[in-house]
């Protein structure tokens, strides 16, 4: 199995420019845990729910609710994104992308081709896969003779 087989091709990305809290809207409506950070059709960078989370909480700091929404619009994606992301092919083998994501503890991989973002392998992707496998493990094991 190689990158294409499982990744979300065309993901849903953000510019470097727009607010967290637009990234952050982006992310609730499509239950999406990251975004791919695109600038002039280029991958930059990879913002996730972590990284906002840490922009807008900080637990030693009280504020009113008012600082968190000047905040969230103001607050550009590029602050804080983890910018050039470890990236895969969509040709590379998938045992090569799962050991990659654990060794590095990455939920998420954006995969390029030719320097242009072509999809991304999550770990939901992988699940998913594991759940097709193990399905078809065990339909084949049903339809042998006992």
């Known amino acids: ?43 930059i960078g990879i913002i996730t729910d972590r990284d906002l989370r840490l922009a807008m909480n900080s637990p030693y700091v009280l504020r009113e609710g008012w600082y968190d929404s000047y905040l969230m619009e103001h607050i550009e994606v590029r602050s804080c994104m983890t910018p050039n992301p470890v990236t895969a092919s969509a040709t590379d083998d998938l045992i090569d992308i799962v050991e990659l994501m654990e060794r590095r503890k990455i939920g998420g991989l954006p995969i390029v081709e030719g320097g242009k973002l072509v999809g991304i392998i999550t770990e939901t992707d992988l699940l998913h896969c594991l759940i097709a496998l193990l399905r078809k493990e065990t339909d084949t094991k049903a339809l042998q003779p006992a």
Do not use: C, Q, S
């Open 1 to 43: 199995m190689i990158a294409r087989d499982v990744m979300t091709p065309d993901p849903f990305t953000i510019g470097p420019n727009h607010a967290i809290g637009a990234a952050l809207a982006k992310m609730r409506r499509g239950g999406f845990r990251r975004l791919p950070v695109v600038e002039n059709g280029k991958l």
